[in-house]
C-alpha cells in the first residue's frame, strides 16, 4: 500500500537488514541460539533489565570460561554466556545485521505519483448536537515530500502525509457531499 501511495513497485532485493532479537539464558550461561546467522562483526549483545526493554551491560566476544560479561558464538547461532554473569537465569536482546533477498521499495523524483483521489467519510456535528454524516472528496492531491515514517519499540508506526490540493480538469479542487 505504501508503495503504490508513492508511485513505485515493490521488487526483490539482496541487502542487509537489521534485526533485533530477545533470548533466554540459563542459569550457567547456555542455551541461547539466534533464529539466523549474523553478518560477520555486526552482532552487538545486552543483558535484558527486567522490564524487558532496558539494556544492561554489553556482553562482548571473548572467553566466557573465565571472563564476566564475555560471550562466545558456535556454529553460527549458538551463543554460549560467562556463568557467573548468569549465575541465574536471564535474558539477552541481541542486534545484528542480517543479510537476505527481501522485498523493497525506493521512493525517487522521478516516479513520485502525479495525483490522487482521496475520498473521506466524516460526521460534523451541529449546535443542535446532530451528527451529521459527509464524505469529502478530494479530487486531485499529491503528497508532499515532507513524509514521516515513525517507529519505535513501544508504539505502533505512524505515517504522516501532508498533501496539496489542485483544481481537476474542470477546475474543481473538492466535493463536500451529505450522506
Avoid at 87 to 93: E, F, K, L
Avoid at 140 to 158: R, Y
Wanted: with cysteine; aromatic share 8%.
Amino acid at each position: 500500500m505504501v508503495a503504490l501511495l508513492f508511485g513505485t513497485a515493490i521488487s526483490t532485493a539482496t541487502m542487509s537488514v537489521a534485526k533485533r532479537e530477545v533470548l533466554s539464558v540459563a542459569a550457567g550461561g547456555t542455551g541461547a541460539v539466534l533464529a539466523a546467522t549474523p553478518k560477520a562483526g555486526s552482532l552487538t549483545i545486552f543483558i535484558l533489565d527486567s522490564d524487558s526493554v532496558s539494556h544492561g551491560v554489553e556482553q562482548t566476544t571473548g572467553t566466557p570460561a573465565t571472563t564476566e560479561n564475555k560471550y562466545s558464538i558456535a556454529n553460527n547461532t549458538e551463543l554460549t554466556f560467562n556463568a557467573t554473569t548468569f549465575a541465574s537465569a536471564g535474558q539477552v536482546v541481541c542486534y545484528y545485521l542480517l543479510d537476505g533477498s527481501h522485498p523493497t521499495f525506493t521512493v525517487d523524483n522521478v516516479s513520485f505519483p502525479g495525483g490522487y483521489k482521496i475520498y473521506a467519510d466524516s460526521a460534523i456535528r451541529g449546535t443542535n448536537q446532530v451528527d451529521k454524516y459527509v464524505q469529502y472528496q478530494l479530487l486531485n492531491c499529491k503528497p508532499k515530500s515532507n513524509v514521516s515514517l515513525t517507529m519505535d519499540s513501544s508504539n505502533v508506526a505512524k505515517l504522516s502525509i501532508e498533501w496539496d490540493l489542485f483544481a481537476d480538469s474542470a477546475g474543481d479542487m473538492m466535493h463536500y457531499v451529505e450522506v
